[in-house]
T-cell receptor, first 113, second 115 residues
Framework: KQEVTQIPAALSVPEGENLVLNCSFT??????LQWFRQDPGKGLTSLLL?????REQTSGRLNASLDKSSGRSTLYIAASQPGDSATYLCAVRPESSASKIIFGSGTRLSIRP | EAGVTQFPSHSVIEKGQTVTLRCDPISGHDNLYWYRRVMGKEIKFLLH????????ESGMPNNRFLAERTGGTYSTLKVQPAELEDSGVYFC?????????????FGSGTQLSVL
């Protein structure tokens, strides 16, 4: 059974720092991995989608990596800003049941001005 | 281009009542998904439509939940009768038909409170 774990559950850093959010999954048989952002009271916004054949994806100050064999992904945020404060969710689409994606519980990020 | 739209944004009902949630996917998206997050838990899959057909409904908790997508456009999720444990945020997502590399687009969710 696929399980997705995100560490840490919460993180608070001063503005301007570079930071890394971690995601691990137990079954490497996945189609892809997606990072989402959720603001309070809002829906999920897709940040980056990494296919199983890819190693990383970049968008602006965000870089996501995928090491499928070890079941790990990281989301790197460069030069953090207060507007980056949100909950970040990692989700994998398993090959065993491709209709569903499996979410982690998220990392609640707070950037202090 | 309009995103995924969900109605209502909030719903407060009493135990035993019926509630119907609606989702309008992005135009042209054949895949439509329902997910939910109950208090303190991860977001969990409920079901997946491809056009009007249910592709996978293995995540539906019990027969009090009924999802429909008539005509392959918008979808409704009805809970009848609602129980306290049904409280949570119900998300809808859509994507284009294709391989499973497609990106999911989520709506803002419906916050359901059953009292």
């Amino acid at each position: 059974k696929q399980e997705v774990t995100q560490i840490p559950a919460a993180l608070s850093v001063p503005e301007g720092e570079n930071l890394v959010l971690n995601c691990s999954f137990t079954d490497s048989a996945i189609y892809n991995l997606q990072w989402f952002r959720q603001d309070p009271g809002k829906g999920l916004t897709s940040l980056l989608l990494i296919q199983s054949s890819q190693r990383e994806q970049t968008s602006g100050r965000l870089n996501a990596s995928l090491d499928k064999s070890s079941g790990r992904s990281t989301l790197y945020i460069a030069a953090s800003q207060p507007g980056d404060s949100a909950t970040y969710l990692c989700a994998v689409r398993p090959e065993s049941s491709a209709s569903k994606i499996i979410f982690g519980s998220g990392t609640r990020l707070s950037i202090r001005p | 281009e309009a995103g995924v739209t969900q109605f209502p944004s909030h719903s407060v009902i009493e135990k035993g009542q019926t509630v119907t949630l609606r989702c309008d996917p992005i135009s042209g998206h054949d895949n439509l998904y329902w997910y939910r997050r109950v208090m303190g838990k991860e977001i969990k899959f409920l079901l997946h439509f491809v056009k009007e057909s249910k592709q996978d409904e293995s995540g539906m908790p019990n027969n009090r939940f009924l999802a429909e997508r008539t005509g392959g456009t918008y979808s409704t999720l009805k809970v009848q009768p609602a129980e306290l444990e049904d409280s949570g945020v119900y998300f809808c997502a859509s994507s284009q038909v294709g391989d499973y590399g497609e990106k999911l687009f989520f709506g803002s969710g419906t916050q359901l409170s059953v009292l």
